[in-house]
């Protein structure tokens, strides 16, 4: 499989390291993470030996968020009825504001006429199943929809998930698919029996949760930013949100801390890290912020909490909220 990131030769929006360079330092964004990744990862896959250049380390680190991505707990923990009350809440409040924001983007023309919407790293669909009951509520048209993530196991739930929420005539325009967030087009291109070019420049809207750091821990972000840079139209927009490096109490971590064998876990990147690649694969950058203070696994009293608190907290500790959001949108 081709590297994409490494051996494509420089396009419009992305003119090159030199000329990124300059614009880096006009706006000072993402000089961090491309002092790190030029210095090993970006410039150095080339010469990798794994399938697809990556290093081994790389190659294990994958096969382990597939096991953790294909267990049976997977499910439970994403899809409705049991991942808890939290992500109910956040999808209702916190998520649904910042989706509402982001399709304020879009041209009216496309909000009346239909919008192509993709959810990258689906899981089991909960974000991009919500976002079509938004769409009918708010009354924007949907053309069609697709999800996708590297679990067959979670593709297969989100199937189900859709059939049992969804209504017929909204249900009949999803689908969902197994890709890599890092080859989305060459596997979309593959299982949708679709030429790449029909597929490039064809998505106003898409958005992936919680699931660029698996990409980011592999070094593989900027394959994932550019691909879907080329597959939205010019004025296309983008939202990601994902855990916060900062926040200091994530369930997993306290776990973490009290175990005599640390288990090891995915890399969690920067704001900065989380907007870089998408500044550089061409995107114009939004917004880029912390938000959002109620776990998506916490129980309706944590929950009601947290969120009466939020107001107090973002004014006295925004940059320790638990999520990045990073918004951009490809120029027109
Ligand atoms: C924390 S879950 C979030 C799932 C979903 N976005 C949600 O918010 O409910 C992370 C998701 O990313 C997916 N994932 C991780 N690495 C991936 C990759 N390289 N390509 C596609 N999906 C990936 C996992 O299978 C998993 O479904």
């Given at each position: 499989m081709r590297r994409q990131s490494t051996e494509d030769p420089p396009t419009s929006h992305n003119c090159g390291t030199m000329a990124w360079q300059a614009e880096e330092a006009a706006s000072g964004l993402a000089s961090g993470w491309a002092r790190g990744r030029l210095s090993s990862g970006l410039e150095g896959?080339?010469?990798?030996?794994?399938?697809?250049?990556?290093?081994e380390a790389e190659d294990q680190q994958v096969e382990m968020f597939f096991r953790q991505y294909t267990s049976q707990e997977a499910v439970a923990k994403f899809t409705k009825a049991t991942a808890g009350f939290g992500i109910s809440y956040l999808l209702d409040n916190d998520y649904q504001s910042v989706y509402l924001r982001a399709l304020d983007l879009l041209p009216q023309q496309t909000r009346e006429r239909g919008i192509r919407m993709l959810e990258f790293g689906?899981?089991?669909g909960m974000n991009l199943i919500h976002m079509i009951s938004l769409l009918r509520r708010e009354g924007i048209s949907l053309d069609s929809a697709i999800g996708t993530d590297f679990s067959p196991v979670l593709i297969e739930a989100a199937v189900q998930e859709a059939r049992n929420y969804l209504r017929l005539e909204d249900w009949s325009k999803l689908q969902f698919s197994v890709a890599k967030n890092e080859t989305l087009i060459e596997n979309l291109s593959s299982a949708l029996g679709k030429e790449r070019t029909e597929l490039e420049?064809?998505?106003?809207f898409s958005l992936g949760v919680n699931t660029l750091r698996y990409c980011y821990a592999v070094n593989r972000e900027l394959d994932c930013a550019r691909n879907i840079f080329r597959l939205l139209v010019p004025g296309g927009v983008c939202v990601v949100i994902d855990m916060n490096?900062?926040?200091?109490?994530f369930r997993s971590d306290l776990k973490n801390r009290f175990r005599r064998q640390k288990e090891k876990q995915c890399y969690v990147p920067s704001l900065e890290e989380y907007a870089a690649p998408f500044f550089y694969a061409g995107?114009?950058?939004?917004r880029k912020e912390h938000f959002c203070?109620?776990?998506?696994?916490?129980g309706k009293a944590l929950c009601r909490l947290l969120s009466g608190i939020s107001p107090l907290l973002n004014v006295v500790?925004?940059?320790?909220?638990?999520r990045s959001l990073v918004v951009c949108r490809k120029p027109r």
């Open positions: 896959r080339r010469g990798r030996s794994g399938p697809g250049g990556s290093t689906c899981g089991a420049n064809s998505f106003h490096k900062r926040f200091p109490f995107f114009e950058v939004l203070w109620v776990p998506h696994s916490s500790a925004k940059s320790r909220a638990m």
